[in-house]
């Protein structure tokens, strides 16, 4: 004989007033509606007692499910905001496990929801995740605007012509996604400015360079060789790798396609084998860039041999299309700043950014004085006793 499969009951929800006191109704026999005359949500509420069967009326005439209080949706915050007062500030979780001891009627999602627009939870638990829409970094042509960055290969340092190599400066071209990566022993600012000035010398100089702010780009050596070639340097956000975006996406790339080469060839050495990567990356076709290649980008031709010349009108045009299709999907995808009205009040942190020195940072009220574009807001603050 097979044994009968026992199916978990369904949690009961949370049920606002009116269908809490329907089913009280129902349950003390003081529903007298005739059956033409009810509405859909008396008629679910007919069909949750019939299905249940575990709805009874206690002592003082309150619902109960399962020998435990049920809570009306609409009384819930307040027991939730008392129970996170008496346990001196806690999660959604510790809170659902002390009320379903008693209560029934809710979920951790719909306690969640009533912590997320608490004062009380915000100031104990603070979570800055609202961001501005994001910008991307572009180019009209090809050569105007390099990113670059230093890519730390320590774990798999090599040797190459009797000489340990232990970093990559990678450049990117912002136009066409084209990258010239060169292998360095060490990250100091003279043979960076070195490794850069050999890229320089094969391709025309940009007029902007744009980079992190790391030490190795602020040396003198770099400033002799901005100077000489006539570059504006341009720094990124500190603490900010989106700035940074093509350039840390390349590294990402070429650092995959070293473990590749390194695991699929015995003795691979990427520093010799640097350059055969970049020609596998720049020859690959992108999505980003319409279908067409790095090199079809930068160059004006297809890397196979052949007379045949892209106009360079249509190359733009085809770039320009991709972009905005890249960009629609990118604000899709992306999460939409919470809006604020004037005079209503906001946490911050305080400083507001980040510095190589760690500091204490406050959270601390402030009041939205004008709404600008773009969720931008200028807020009214009292700056805390930094002394204390």
Request: hydrophobic share 30%; proline share 5%.
């Amino acid at each position: 004989m097979k044994e009968a499969i026992r199916r978990k009951r369904k949690q009961l929800g949370c049920l606002p007033r009116s269908k809490y006191d329907i089913i009280v109704r129902c349950l003390n026999g003081s529903f007298d509606v005739p059956v033409k005359k009810r509405t859909p949500e008396e008629n679910n509420c007919l069909a949750m007692i019939r299905k249940r069967k575990d709805f009874e009326l206690g002592d003082r005439g309150s619902l109960l499910c399962g020998g435990k209080q049920v809570l009306v949706k609409e009384d819930l915050p307040r027991f939730v905001e008392k129970m996170f007062m008496e346990n001196k500030g806690c999660g959604a979780r510790v809170i659902y496990n002390k009320l379903k001891v008693n209560y029934t009627g809710f979920s951790e999602q719909a306690i969640l929801e009533i912590l997320y627009n608490s004062k009380y939870y915000h100031e104990k638990y603070p979570r800055f995740t609202n961001k501005p829409k994001p910008k991307t970094i572009t180019e009209e042509e090809p050569g105007k605007r390099w990113q670059i960055d230093i890519i730390n290969m320590k774990n798999q340092s090599v040797s190459y012509k009797g000489s340990t190599y232990s970093y990559i400066l990678q450049v990117v071209d912002v136009y066409s996604r084209y990258v010239m990566p060169k292998p360095l022993k060490t990250k100091s600012s003279r043979e960076v400015a070195k490794a850069l000035e050999d890229v320089l010398m094969v391709n025309l100089a940009p007029d902007i360079i744009q980079c992190d702010n790391g030490l190795e780009f602020k040396g003198p050596s770099m400033k002799l060789l901005l100077n000489k070639y006539n570059i504006k340097m341009i720094n990124s956000r500190p603490y900010h790798p989106q700035s940074q975006g093509k350039c840390e996406r390349s590294n990402s790339v070429i650092k995959a396609k070293i473990l590749f080469a390194t695991k699929s060839k015995r003795g691979f050495n990427w520093v010799e084998g640097l350059q055969d990567l970049a020609y596998a990356i720049n020859t690959s076709f992108k999505r980003v860039l319409g279908g067409l290649t790095p090199f079809e980008a930068y160059y004006g031709r297809s890397h196979v041999f052949t007379k045949e010349r892209h106009s360079s009108r249509e190359i733009k045009k085809t770039i320009r299309r991709a972009n905005k299709k890249a960009y629609r999907s990118l604000l899709k995808n992306a999460t939409s700043p919470s809006k604020y009205k004037v005079g209503e009040t906001v946490l911050i942190r305080y400083p507001f950014r980040k510095s190589r020195v760690p500091t204490k940072r406050y959270v601390i009220e402030g009041k939205v004085e004008k709404v600008k574009r773009n969720g931008v807001y200028i807020v009214s603050f009292q700056v805390p006793n930094l002394d204390s």
